[in-house]
């Protein structure tokens, strides 16, 4: 039997024990994960583990349980936890609930977002990629740390309503931080649905690569131009993601996009889309809760155009709006819907060279680091550069510089936009440390006048 059938008799065996509106949901995860640092492979991880979701809905209400084991008593103890949660819910609630139950039958469009050959994780194959990546730094007098990983998810959903759904996704992802001996520090990183679609050796040359040079100096507070790389502009975005175009926010007037769709809230450069199945994307057919995943337009030339919703999301802002495809889990998340496919559409600058040379003082931003929200309807965020902060003086990228604070708003930062990259590329922004779920953004490098820094020691003068 496949392990497509595998999934798709566990998932109908749960739904079975639930009874009412319901949906169950079965996911396994084969992944592997080699970790290394010192430029000596350290970890080595693999993962074969199969997870069973259901969800029901009662009056309106939802309860959701889940199990890892797959023998006919667990499913139903999840069954019937999930279906004592709903009810319990709606006895104390006295009144209907806001979600408009399990989706009616429906399949996504089929993807490219599967590659055999990753799926059959070879741990040569990794043990390759970890050598390479720190062959590479090794040949630049920097000693490499970082993560490969490898995995394969395949999922299947059975509900009430008819709906008999499965999808199969694969993807992998590497990541070098470079360490001179002078201490200084650079950063690489891609993500891709094959692993053979990611260069180990071309990664762990570019972590290494500007670690030669001066000391770091130091950076005054204030606003400076900025050219960030894609993997900071991806940070942003994905910030964006929650703080604007969640349909939860935006229903309950929390999103920074709250009574502005149609405004012009980025400059004229900026085009941003949740689109599943733009070349370089971590595609999947559909969301946990069974909706087809479809291109959605967020912003077009500058101008707010729409958000994301989930089922609940949907039905809570009314209006006729319905589920774009954007639950993060069986009933929706308690964070709302969230866009995972982000695209920024590049310029037509070649290289962030060409992006620097106008700027007579600025800086240059591989990546920021421990990034939170300030306050949500302004986008206002806070964090750390890191791995690759440099001075563009003179219209070129200089000398390195020392780490930052920034806190400016993600949208300001969009609006005071000039000019892009000709080529965006993904961006990975999974979090390898529980579900594999491997989302990511297509993005650019960007020039803005102007970065607000706000933690620095006085040492150079704008």
């Not at 998932?11 to 009412?20: I, K, T, V, Y």
């Not at 199969?50 to 889940?66: I, N, P, Q, S, W």
């Not at 020691?457 to 704008?462: A, N």
Request: aromatic share 4%; charged share 20%; proline share 7%.
């Amino acid at each position: 039997m496949s392990p497509a059938a595998d999934l798709g008799a566990l998932a109908e065996r749960a739904l079975e024990h639930a009874g009412g509106d319901a949906q169950a949901l079965a996911v396994r995860e084969r992944s592997l994960s080699w970790r290394f640092a010192n430029a000596t492979p350290t970890q080595a991880t693999g993962l074969d583990e199969v997870e069973v979701t259901v969800l029901c809905v009662r009056d309106g209400h939802t309860g959701a349980a889940a199990t890892t084991r797959t023998e006919d008593e667990a499913l139903r103890t999840a069954a019937r936890r999930a279906a004592g949660a709903a009810e319990a819910t709606a006895r104390a609630a006295g009144r209907p609930g806001d979600y408009p139950g399990v989706g009616t039958p429906a399949g996504g469009r089929p993807h490219a977002g599967h590659d055999p050959v990753t799926a059959r994780l070879d741990p040569a194959a990794a043990a390759g990629a970890v050598r390479a990546a720190i062959g590479a730094a090794g040949a630049a007098r920097a000693s490499a740390a970082g993560l490969w990983s490898a995995g394969e998810v395949r999922r299947s959903l059975r509900a009430t309503s008819g709906a008999a759904l499965e999808d199969a996704v694969t993807d992998a992802y590497l990541k070098v931080v470079a360490t001179a001996p002078s201490g200084r520090t650079g950063y690489a990183a891609r993500a891709a649905v094959a692993a053979g679609g990611i260069d180990p050796t071309a990664v762990g040359g570019e972590a290494a690569a500007r670690l030669d040079g001066p000391d770091p100096v130091a950076v005054p507070t204030g606003e400076l131009p900025v050219v960030l790389g894609p993997d900071a502009v991806a940070d942003l975005l994905h910030f964006l993601g929650f703080l604007a175009f969640n349909g939860q926010a935006y229903a309950q007037e929390r999103s920074a996009l709250s009574g502005r769709l149609g405004e012009q809230v980025a400059a004229p450069a900026i085009s941003l889309s949740d689109s599943v199945r733009f070349p370089g994307t971590l595609p999947r057919a559909w969301d946990p809760e069974g909706t087809p995943k479809a291109p959605i337009p967020l912003i077009q030339d500058g101008v707010a155009h729409r958000v994301v919703h989930d089922r609940r999301s949907a039905a809570e802002a009314g209006g006729g709006a319905a589920s774009t495809g954007h639950a993060t889990a069986p009933g929706g998340g308690p964070a709302g819907p969230v866009p995972v496919n982000l695209v920024l559409v590049g310029g037509g600058a070649g290289d962030v060279a060409e992006l620097a040379a106008p700027i007579r003082r600025g800086l240059f931003v591989t990546r920021l680091w421990y990034v939170n929200a300030v306050h949500e309807k302004e986008t206002l965020l806070t964090g750390m550069t890191r791995d690759g902060t440099f001075l563009i003086e003179d219209g070129e990228i200089s000398r390195p510089a020392r780490d930052v604070r920034f806190t400016d708003s993600a949208l300001r930062i969009l609006s005071a936009t000039e000019a892009l990259t000709a080529r965006p590329r993904l961006v990975g922004l999974t979090e390898f440390y529980g579900r594999r779920d491997a989302i990511g953004a297509v993005c650019p490098a960007l020039r803005a006048q102007g970065f607000r820094v706000t933690g620095s020691k006085p040492g150079w003068t704008v």
